[in-house]
């Protein structure tokens, strides 16, 4: 039978069949793309495999990606390292808990991650910790996780959840809204260690809270106001200003630094301090706070008391190089500060210092 001419009217049956065709076509067309997620899916490594693989463990919220999880690498120091020995002491791993992020406890971190499907790098980060923190703990609980939960405490460390650690734990959950009843699960590791997420500031001014505890939520919360995650001559990431303020926030107190005059302890952050720096954010200034009770600096120096904070950066510039310096002294001597040093006096020609006395 011969073609029809290449002009001729199609029929209603070559209309059908020429319908299906671009159906079958189509289909086809979505299996290759589904195929080719699905081969996506299957070819992620490392943290992102594990994370899209598995949900997230009971309790876990969004908070753990959004929270300000430090970030361990050698070099590092502090009670958060002391914490991630502990918690790898608690996963079978033979790591000395000296607080030093030294080249065993990168090979202990590997190791684990390795175990975990993450990303082996030797650095733990937002999902190393999840993993490392991915366990429950309660009265009668004893040994190297315990521990990791009394240093983020403040407590000493005896590794026995008895009841100075289960009321340490139930305040703490108080002050930080979590469900008050003594069990350490994802939320309460994530508040320890991370912090809480900051809540979206209201528009306008602040107005201060009186006890130091809910200042220092405020001022976590408060635009304008960034804090150091390091020190310019030690290095101890438990008592950065960044850590200082976080601590001070769950009600722990801020630390000083092991390296110190005083040595390592803890220290409650005064609240004219505090509500001065609400005060100054809501001037317009904004200050990076470089140091509050970590650092070194002279034997009777305030800083050890809680009572000054040195700040670095303002408006966007160092101090001693364009700063608006002199304006952020003269306030704070408005504000109640009786010791005021910058650029000009005797060791102060990079940063602002304010005290209280």
Same mark, same amino acid.
Request: aromatic share 4%.
């Given at each position: 039978?011969?073609?029809?001419?290449?002009?001729? =009217?199609?029929?209603?049956?070559?209309?059908?069949?020429?319908?299906?065709?671009?159906?079958?076509?189509?289909?086809? @067309?979505?299996?290759?793309?589904?195929?080719?997620?699905?081969?996506?899916?299957?070819?992620?490594?490392?943290?992102?495999?594990?994370?899209?693989?598995?949900?997230?463990?009971?309790?876990?919220?969004?908070?753990?990606?959004?929270?300000?999880?430090?970030?361990?690498?050698?070099?590092?120091?502090?009670?958060?390292?002391?914490?991630?020995?502990?918690?790898?002491?608690?996963?079978?791993?033979?790591?000395?808990?000296?607080?030093?992020?030294?080249?065993?406890?990168?090979?202990?971190?590997?190791?684990?991650?390795?175990?975990?499907?993450?990303?082996?790098?030797?650095?733990?980060?937002?999902?190393?910790?999840?993993?490392?923190?991915?366990?429950?703990?309660?009265?009668?609980?004893?040994?190297?996780?315990?521990?990791?939960?009394?240093?983020?405490?403040?407590?000493?460390?005896?590794?026995?959840?008895?009841?100075? =650690?289960?009321?340490?734990?139930?305040?703490?959950?108080?002050?930080?809204? @979590?469900?008050?009843?003594?069990?350490?699960?994802?939320? =309460?590791?994530?508040?320890?260690?991370?912090?809480?997420?900051?809540?979206?500031?209201?528009?306008?001014?602040?107005?201060?809270?009186?006890?130091? /505890?809910?200042?220092?939520?405020?001022?976590?919360?408060?635009?304008?106001?960034?804090?150091?995650?390091?020190?310019?001559?030690?290095?101890?990431?438990?008592?950065?200003?960044?850590?200082? /303020?976080?601590?001070?926030?769950?009600?722990?107190?801020?630390?000083?630094?092991?390296?110190?005059?005083?040595?390592?302890?803890?220290?409650?952050?005064?609240?004219?301090?505090?509500?001065?720096?609400? =005060?100054?954010?809501?001037?317009?200034?904004?200050?990076?706070?470089?140091?509050?009770?970590?650092?070194?600096?002279?034997?009777?120096?305030?800083?050890?008391?809680?009572?000054?904070?040195?700040?670095?950066? +303002?408006?966007?510039?160092?101090?001693?190089?364009?700063?608006?310096?002199?304006?952020?002294?003269?306030?704070?001597?408005?504000?109640?500060?009786?010791?005021?040093?910058?650029?000009?006096?005797?060791?102060?020609?990079?940063? +602002?210092?304010?005290?209280?006395?």
């Amino acid at each position: 039978m011969a073609p029809p001419p290449a002009n001729a =009217t199609p029929t209603r049956k070559d209309t059908l069949m020429r319908k299906h065709a671009r159906n079958l076509l189509l289909h086809s @067309l979505a299996a290759t793309l589904l195929a080719g997620a699905a081969l996506t899916a299957v070819s992620t490594t490392g943290d992102e495999a594990s994370a899209s693989a598995k949900p997230a463990a009971h309790g876990a919220t969004n908070a753990t990606k959004a929270a300000s999880w430090p970030v361990l690498k050698t070099g590092s120091r502090g009670t958060d390292v002391f914490t991630a020995q502990h918690l790898l002491a608690a996963r079978g791993h033979t790591v000395k808990a000296d607080g030093a992020y030294g080249k065993n406890t990168a090979a202990a971190v590997a190791k684990f991650q390795k175990r975990a499907g993450l990303r082996v790098d030797g650095v733990v980060g937002p999902k190393t910790w999840a993993k490392l923190t991915a366990l429950t703990l309660r009265t009668g609980a004893k040994g190297p996780a315990v521990k990791a939960l009394q240093r983020q405490l403040g407590l000493h460390p005896d590794g026995i959840y008895g009841n100075k =650690t289960y009321n340490a734990v139930r305040g703490f959950q108080t002050r930080s809204g @979590l469900k008050t009843d003594g069990v350490v699960g994802p939320k =309460t590791w994530t508040a320890l260690i991370a912090g809480h997420t900051p809540a979206k500031p209201k528009p306008g001014g602040t107005k201060p809270a009186t006890t130091a /505890i809910a200042l220092a939520r405020q001022l976590l919360t408060k635009p304008g106001i960034t804090y150091a995650t390091r020190h310019a001559k030690t290095v101890d990431s438990a008592s950065t200003a960044y850590r200082n /303020i976080h601590d001070m926030a769950k009600g722990i107190g801020a630390a000083t630094s092991p390296h110190s005059h005083v040595g390592s302890k803890r220290v409650q952050l005064d609240p004219r301090m505090l509500k001065a720096l609400i =005060t100054l954010a809501d001037s317009g200034y904004r200050l990076q706070i470089s140091e509050f009770v970590g650092g070194t600096h002279s034997k009777k120096s305030r800083h050890y008391r809680g009572l000054s904070f040195d700040a670095n950066i +303002i408006n966007g510039k160092h101090v001693g190089s364009g700063a608006p310096h002199k304006k952020v002294m003269n306030l704070c001597r408005t504000l109640g500060a009786t010791e005021v040093l910058g650029p000009g006096n005797k060791g102060h020609n990079t940063h +602002i210092h304010c005290a209280w006395k």
